[in-house]
């Protein structure tokens, strides 16, 4: 049964002329191309694609920023001010016993600004530079 339809297919094939056989292979070209795509579509449709992801390793420091901007200088009391410069006085103490000269650089920076978030930002921007180490 399989050999008698094999000679056909044969058969069928070699009496075409060679345009028929072109156009053929293009024909069943593009509708595999489709069914391909199809199947891609519905495998996305049924969340086979859904991966569980991870955590970007910047997201900690994108999200203070955010904080950061939210915060406006104007708007804190010098009780609230004053905390915040203690808090960034108390991470550059913490940042500076694995990285002195950066922290070094960043308080001298403070020095010469009056405003704790600009501090706050630079010790972001530093964590993130130096976290690979």
């Known amino acids: 049964m399989v050999k008698r339809l094999s000679l056909k297919l044969r058969d069928w094939w070699q009496h075409r002329s060679w345009k028929r056989k072109i156009y ?3 024909l069943y070209g593009f509708a595999l191309t489709g069914v391909a795509i199809i199947g891609a579509w519905g ?3 049924l969340g086979l694609t859904n991966n569980s992801g991870s955590v970007d390793k910047n997201y ?3 999200m203070t920023v955010e904080e950061m901007r939210t915060a406006r ?3 804190l009391s010098i009780e609230e001010a004053n905390e915040q410069w203690a808090e960034q006085y108390a ?3 913490a940042f500076s016993r694995f990285y002195p000269t950066n922290a070094r650089l960043i308080m001298h920076a403070a020095h010469q600004i ?3 978030m600009m501090v706050q930002r630079k010790i972001a921007a530093a964590e993130v530079y130096v976290a690979d180490n």
């Open 24 to 26: 053929d292979i293009i």
């Open 43 to 45: 495998v996305f449709q």
């Open 60 to 62: 900690r420091y994108l």
């Open 73 to 75: 200088k104007g708007s």
């Open 91 to 93: 991470r550059l103490i």
């Open 114 to 116: 009056d405003d704790p």
